[in-house]
């Protein structure tokens, strides 16, 4: 049997984190020729600008969605560990 | 008071301020390595995104991307695409980094090459190119501090004594409280630098255009070119801005110093947090880049972009403020130029010396040792940067590219049990001489995309392919016995 693992300790991020993470990757990054332009202008600001600002609360919306997640499925798996023992 | 004199005064009492500060960092303390490098292990979310946004955010990136902006448009959007992305890359190796950390004693990017792969050698080499990219970052800072000294003080104060006395006083905090002084100094430069950006990248375009959003159709209306991909460039379009974000959002926790940051935190749960809210901090680069794009505006034709913000500053606003701003660059300057420093004395001391040339060297030993070398890197960093050297130029632009180089080794090993130590050996050869032949002979970027990228590409290949050809090895961290 494993040993278990001490309390606190990070582990491998769930699929769903994984996921999570890679809509910012693909806003911010690899879909640059759908927003790489001027209008429409919004905010006063040229598109692109727009959209690269917006992302900044987005973004640690995700992240903050795939830690919760991995929280989650972390406190989850400390319950079953527990029930198992006696 | 003349302007100058009051410039000059706000802004050696702000100067002040932070480094009795540093100091006071670390006072009463027993600076042995771990505290010195890694303060103990012990700074919870607050400290760890100050200690993070305090290091990420340099004069590079208030003079520079301002400066990109003023030159050369869109391009400079690149530095907040990647600044949000490394945050999230960092979700996925620095928790599972910091766990090493505490169960081996990892101090350094060195020690965890010189642990994971069983390898002495590979960790000195990783102290090496480590240092030969630390020291021009150094010089970097020191050259922006040294503009933004002179400009603040209505040039009464000069840009080598600027630099000198500057670099005195950063190597004395870091010597006295290490790690502590840069996470206690961040406080107040993060403070006063997001402060005086929002002053610059609002004011700025509220002064001369009544607001952002007319600035910006000015803009549109005489520069339309500037505001999208490539901008004034012919060769940053859109397939280097993918490649370049690409490999800055996973090289830049590679820097050896942000890297070694992360062990500072009491956990590796607090390294996950700061994954969440460090994207907010990226809040400030679009003001700074307002700076920029209003220069392109009202001073055209500068000789030098990179004082496009400063030129603004001292156009606009009274001589107090410009104490304030001269103030909080110079923090902005002398916070990561302490980092930076700290990093490249531990490394050659600890991961670099003592392997090579004194295996039997003692940690007492070594610690004082990495003192000694914190006034070593300072003399020659300040030196490079007096004389100016067109070379140190040319290691700088290979430094995010040729750091990044350390990721495949750093990635698999954590995630892969087939890699091998002479496959990382390979890999990161093959990245570091394809980075230096490409970025110097002028062939970046190359066919559209970042150099280091391509770089980087054949890095992963040549790792993939070696550690596939070559038998399997235990991993170091179960082979060792992990300390309790």
Avoid at chain 2, 131 to 147: E, N
Avoid at chain 2, 196 to 219: D, E, K
Avoid at chain 2, 380 to 407: E, N
Wanted: aromatic share 12%; with cysteine.
């Amino acid at each position: 049997m494993e040993p278990a693992r001490k309390s606190g300790l990070v582990r491998k991020p769930t699929l769903g984190a994984r996921l999570l993470a890679l809509i910012p990757f693909l806003a911010l990054c690899f879909t640059v020729p759908l927003w790489n332009r001027i209008h429409p202008v919004v905010l006063g600001l040229p598109f692109n600008l727009f959209w690269l600002i917006l992302w900044i609360p987005l973004t640690s919306l995700c992240m903050w969605a795939a830690y919760s997640r991995d929280r989650k499925s972390e406190s989850v798996e400390a319950k079953t560990a527990k029930g198992d023992s006696p | 008071m003349s302007p100058s004199a009051i410039a000059l005064a706000v802004m050696i009492a702000v100067v002040g301020v932070g480094v009795v500060m540093g100091f006071y960092a670390g006072l009463r303390r027993k600076m042995d390595l771990e505290q010195w490098t890694v303060a103990g292990r012990g700074f919870g979310t607050l400290l760890v995104w100050l200690l993070m946004a305090g290091e990420g955010y340099t004069t590079f990136t208030l003079l520079g991307a301002s400066g990109w902006a003023y030159s050369r448009g869109a391009p400079a959007f690149y530095i907040m695409g990647y600044m949000s992305l490394a945050c999230v890359a960092s979700y996925f190796f620095l928790p599972q980094l910091w766990e090493l950390g505490r169960a081996h004693k990892l101090q350094t990017e060195s020690d965890f090459f010189e642990k994971r792969y069983a390898s002495e050698r590979l960790g000195a080499f990783v102290a090496l190119v480590g240092v030969v990219f630390l020291v021009p970052y150094v010089d970097l800072q020191l050259t922006g501090l040294g503009d933004i000294v002179r400009v603040a003080s209505f040039g009464a104060v000069g840009k080598t004594w600027a630099m000198v006395l500057a670099a005195a006083a950063v190597a004395a905090f870091v010597y006295a409280s290490g790690i502590r002084a840069v996470a206690w100094m961040s406080i107040l430069k993060d403070a006063l630098l997001l402060g005086v950006v929002a002053a610059i990248g609002i004011g700025v375009p509220y002064v001369y255009f009544h607001g952002i959003g007319p600035m910006f159709s000015n803009l549109a209306r005489l520069h339309p070119k500037m505001l999208v991909l490539p901008g004034k460039t012919t060769d940053l379009g859109q397939s280097w801005f993918i490649s370049t974000v690409f490999l800055n959002a996973l090289g830049a926790y590679m820097w050896p110093h942000l890297f070694a940051a992360s062990f500072t935190a009491k956990s590796g749960d607090v390294l996950r947090r700061n994954a969440v809210f460090m994207p907010l901090y990226t809040i400030t680069y679009p003001l700074v880049l307002f700076a920029g794009f209003a220069a392109l505006l009202i001073v055209p034709g500068l000789h030098d972009g990179d004082l496009s913000l400063l030129t603004m500053t001292q156009r606009t606003f009274p001589a107090w403020f410009l104490g304030i701003v001269g103030g909080a660059g110079a923090l902005t300057a002398m916070v990561p130029a302490a980092m930076l420093i700290l990093s490249a004395a531990t490394l050659f001391a600890k991961n670099f010396f003592r392997p090579i040339f004194a295996p039997t060297m003692s940690e007492p030993a070594v610690a004082r040792m990495a003192k000694l070398m914190v006034g070593v890197m300072t003399g020659v960093a300040v030196l490079f940067a007096i004389l100016g050297t067109k070379s140190i130029v040319g290691l700088l632009l290979l430094g995010y590219d040729g750091i990044t180089q350390f990721f495949p080794g750093v990635i698999l090993g954590l995630y892969w049990k087939r890699v091998t130590r002479a496959a990382v050996w390979s890999g990161m050869i093959a990245g570091v001489v394809a980075v230096t032949i490409l970025v110097l002979s002028g062939k970046d970027p190359i066919g559209g995309l970042n150099a280091g990228f391509v770089a980087l590409c054949l890095n992963f290949a040549v790792v993939i392919a070696v550690s596939r050809l070559t038998p399997a090895e235990r991993n170091g961290f179960e082979t060792a016995p992990a300390a309790e």
